[in-house]
Nanobody
Framework: VQLQASGGGLVQTGGSLKLSCAAS????????MGWFRQAPGKEREFVAA????????RYTDSVKGRFTISRDNAKNTVYLQMNSLKPEDTAVYYC???????????????WGQGTLVTVSS
């Protein structure tokens, strides 16, 4: 599976962005999908994950109520809608496939190239 993330950019505090991650291949629906982020000088951290069918999701506490992960298996795409953005959300965001949606620390087999989100104060 090859993953291509897009949708990052510069936004003011309180603004919104929607990230997309397009997957190649015909096996997208077999994978749980996740979004991760890495801020400057920090380790990569789990943000959100979604099950193969899209019926189950999990979020890290700091984004609950602000971010929504979703997927469209017909389009081989997973999304991350980010609302009420804060400066601390500034990071490179990565999509990933092959982990386990309810285990934030699980190993993901495939990673996209990352898209930069910058939230100005």
């Amino acid at each position: 599976v090859q993953l291509q993330a897009s949708g990052g950019g510069l936004v003011q505090t309180g603004g919104s962005l929607k990230l997309s991650c397009a997957a190649s291949g015909r096996t997208f629906s077999r994978y749980d999908m996740g979004w991760f982020r890495q801020a400057p000088g920090k380790e990569r951290e789990f943000v959100a994950a979604i099950s193969r069918s899209g019926g189950n999701t999990r979020y890290t506490d700091s984004v609950k109520g602000r971010f929504t992960i979703s997927r469209d298996n017909a389009k081989n795409t997973v999304y991350l809608q980010m609302n009420s953005l804060k400066p601390e959300d500034t990071a490179v965001y990565y999509c990933a496939a092959g982990g386990t949606w309810y285990l934030p620390g699980s190993d993901y087999d495939y990673w996209g190239q990352g898209t930069l989100v910058t939230v100005s104060s």
